[in-house]
């Protein structure tokens, strides 16, 4: 169950991650909207799309809507690793994989991707990046280094609720 659970936030992270970073680089104005209780109900992004949040009467979001009007992510090895980020770090698509690990540190390309993009810091509070080694036992990393939830599958919907 824990495990299962780990999975499902890891998914629904990767998702929200992938939506802000689409949106962020599309977009120049942010407006944030809140409810009566200061909740914040949607954020939009201009030209960009938007996410909108509902909350039930005891303050939990139960839906979060995301709209996206304009996709800048490109990924043309289809490595989900943005292209961008392979050329910044390594001048080539063909180096960085989803289980390439570049810096030897024991932690995949992909996931340093992906959280170096969302600011994740190792537990000696260097931020990750494939040209360094990090520090071990980093979240989603246990004791021995190996991964507890690695995605090496194509995406997946994700329906919350079921």
């Known amino acids: 169950m824990i495990r299962k659970r780990q999975i499902s936030l890891l998914i629904i992270s990767l998702l929200i991650f992938l939506c802000f970073h689409i949106l962020c680089q599309a977009s120049e104005t942010i407006t944030y909207t809140y409810d009566d209780l200061d909740r914040l109900t949607s954020v939009e992004y201009a030209g960009a799309g938007s996410i909108s949040y509902v909350y039930n009467k005891a303050g939990n979001i139960i839906n979060i809507t995301i709209s996206v009007t304009n996709s800048t992510i490109v990924d043309s090895d289809n490595d989900g690793i943005a292209d961008d980020w392979e050329m910044m770090h390594f001048n080539s698509l063909e180096t960085a ?36 080694k990090n520090a071990s036992r980093a979240r989603g990393y246990g004791e021995g280094l190996e991964p507890r939830a690695f995605i090496s599958a194509p995406w997946i919907p994700l329906l919350l609720g079921e």
């Open 97 to 132: 994989s989803p289980t390439s690990d570049a810096d030897g540190d024991r932690y995949s390309d992909l996931w340093e991707y992906l959280n170096w993009r969302d600011g994740l810091l190792d537990p000696s509070g260097k931020t990750f990046s494939p040209n360094i």
